[in-house]
């Protein structure tokens, strides 16, 4: 009787060791988590790299806005600004950084702020006047440059395990292309 019962015993152990019927559930449940931590990091990767080229998309067009033109104005500067908030939809436009500004270079190769306006974000203009260290490349005697600076602070979807935000930061130069120098007035 006791050696039927280890047959019995060994027959069921036998079968069960045997069965694979639960084997890929299991698998799947090891798996899951590294699969959904792959998703949102890929997902999250795609959100900031996005960012990153609306704030260079914000910089050059508000660049270029600015040097189409021989003169510009206060109203005319809030309209881009605002523009520029819409280039950063989905995003938050207005946490959006923008300063533009007008920088002159003398017959000496120096350059000087000769204005400078900040959109309705955080920042702060340049003072009129102040020296502004360009790049070696840009630097031609006798012209101007249109620079634009757009900062971001890009804050993640998955706040709840990402405290800290991203910064993101532009700048992009351009020549007038109507006259020799963008005057605000």
Do not use: C
């Amino acid at each position: 009787m006791r050696a039927l019962r280890v047959l019995r015993l060994k027959n069921w152990l036998t079968t069960r060791l045997s069965d694979r019927r639960g084997v890929a559930a299991v698998e799947f449940a090891f798996i899951l988590p590294l699969l959904v931590t792959l998703y949102f990091g890929v997902v999250e990767t795609t959100y900031a790299l996005l960012a990153d080229r609306k704030v260079a998309s914000v910089a050059s067009t508000v660049a270029d806005l600015v040097a189409q033109t021989k003169t510009v104005n206060q109203a005319e500067l809030d309209d881009i600004f605002r523009a520029a908030s819409a280039i950063m939809v989905p995003f938050d436009g207005s946490e959006v950084s923008i300063t533009v500004s007008s920088v002159v270079i003398d017959k000496d190769g120096n350059s000087t702020i000769a204005w400078s306006a900040v959109g309705p974000g955080s920042g702060s203009a340049h003072s009129t006047g102040a020296s502004y260290a360009l790049p070696a490349g840009m630097i031609i005697p006798n012209t101007s440059l249109i620079i634009a600076e757009v900062s971001y602070q890009y804050n993640s979807f998955l706040s709840y395990l990402i405290d800290s935000g991203i910064p993101m930061s532009d700048t992009f130069y351009l020549r007038p292309r109507a006259s020799n120098e963008v005057t605000k007035i």
